[in-house]
């Protein structure tokens, strides 16, 4: 079994100085935190994994293809592979848990 601590995920992306930290790998699944702090440009382009985000804290738009929303801790937002996506007015500092099914290349 694995399991984990936000906190301590927290800590090691914070002290890692990278916005995305991979803490789990499986063939058919990967995890991540991804950190962008308020005014930040997400960087991120399409993957060829479908994913997942869950957002943590913070507050920000994600726009997925042509559909813009708001997002807040608790939201969830599915993005299929290959459609471009990227998170943009980002107010508060953002903490998403990002899975990759499959895993991320």
């Known amino acids: 079994m694995d399991a984990f601590e936000l906190n301590e995920l927290a800590q090691t992306q914070a002290e890692s100085g990278k ?12 995890m991540g935190l991804y ?3 308020a005014g930040a440009t997400d960087p991120q382009f399409p993957h060829n994994e479908d994913e997942v985000y869950y957002v943590v804290s913070g507050r920000a738009h994600i726009r997925v293809g042509e559909t813009d929303r708001a997002v807040q801790a608790g939201s969830v937002v599915f993005v299929e592979k290959r459609v471009p996506h ?6 508060d500092d953002l903490s998403v848990l ?3 099914a499959p895993a991320e290349t």
């Open 35 to 37: 950190v962008l702090p």
């Open 98 to 100: 990002v899975f990759f």
């Open 19 to 30: 916005l995305y930290l991979e803490f789990l790998r499986r063939p058919s699944l990967s």
């Open 86 to 91: 990227r998170f943009h007015t980002i107010e």
